[in-house]
């Protein structure tokens, strides 16, 4: 019994020793990532990329190093000035991965927390030599055309570092308080400008209209005045009986008018002395 117990023992030792043994040998690596191996016999980090998938080592002499070589978002924050003087405070929007082949070099001149040393320090010098090109106003009205030249010259800068980058936008762009005051200031007086130029433009019509009411009077009278020479006080006597016609309709219509005939004066009957004046009668109205 003891026998078989020390075997029993001996075998899962063995066992025990050799699964650890393999586990030593083999290591995975992830789908987005890829590994460098460092080698102490062979001097250092070995020029070759792993990929995906388990693989042999031999331990103690060979470390892999797993590496993310998926794309990942960074902001870049920067506090710069412009063309004219004014400070904005601008941010910057990066997809970025590293370049699979360049992995070797990558990790052995600036370690695994390569986009914390590289990217906030060409980010911040890019932005300031680009947006001191351009003055705070170009800076709103060509948005696109910043982020094309910023895409491109962080492309050039991130491509010494092995980096590159899928994507760059700015995602917050804000100025000075004096520089914000100064265009609401502007803004009001453009507001203002466009104000006075509506009444400008309006007080031109009214004077034109009253021209044209004006040269209408005087040749509606240059034709009156034409017609009498030619018949005498007959027009005023037509205009006379039109209006007379127009006002009596008026009146004809209206049922608050009522008519007080005149009475007659004067000496004796009807042929004595001289014959008497009748005084016209009255039209008055009533309002109820």
């Not at 040393?117 to 932005?127: A, H």
């Not at 917050?172 to 400008?193: C, D, N, P, W, Y």
């Amino acid at each position: 019994m003891d026998k078989i117990l020390s075997r029993l023992s001996t075998m899962s030792g063995t066992l025990a020793v050799g699964a650890f043994t393999v586990n030593s040998c083999i290591y995975n690596v992830d789908g987005g990532e890829r590994a460098v191996m460092f080698d102490s016999l062979r001097g250092g980090v070995l020029p070759d990329v792993v990929g995906e998938g388990t693989h042999f080592l031999i331990p103690v002499i060979q470390r892999p190093v797993i590496l993310d070589v998926r794309t990942k978002p960074r902001e870049i924050p920067s506090v710069t000035g412009t063309k004219d003087l004014q400070m904005v405070n601008i941010k910057l929007r990066v997809l970025w991965r590293p370049v699979v082949e360049e992995l070797p070099r990558l990790y052995k001149e600036l370690g695994t927390d390569f986009d914390d040393r590289v990217l906030p320090s060409i980010g911040n010098e890019v932005l300031k030599s680009v947006v001191a090109q351009y003055n705070a106003e170009e800076l709103l009205s060509k948005r696109a055309e910043v982020s094309e030249r910023i895409k491109a010259e962080l492309l050039k800068r991130a491509k010494h570092f092995h980096l590159t980058l899928d994507d760059v936008a700015i995602t917050h762009l804000t100025f000075g308080r004096e520089f914000m005051r100064a265009i609401e200031a502007k803004q009001v007086a453009s507001q203002e400008a466009e104000r006075q130029q509506y009444v400008v433009l309006r007080a031109e019509q009214e004077r034109q209209a009253v021209v044209t009411r004006a040269e209408g009077e005087a040749e509606a009278a240059s034709i009156i005045t034409r017609a009498m020479e030619k018949t005498g006080n007959a027009i005023i006597e037509v205009r006379r009986i039109d209006a007379a016609k127009e006002i009596a309709g008026k009146l004809a219509n209206s049922r608050n008018i009522v008519y007080l005939p005149g009475g007659g004066s004067g000496g004796g009957g009807g042929s004595g002395g001289g014959q008497g004046g009748s005084s016209p009668g009255l039209l008055l109205s009533i309002d109820k």
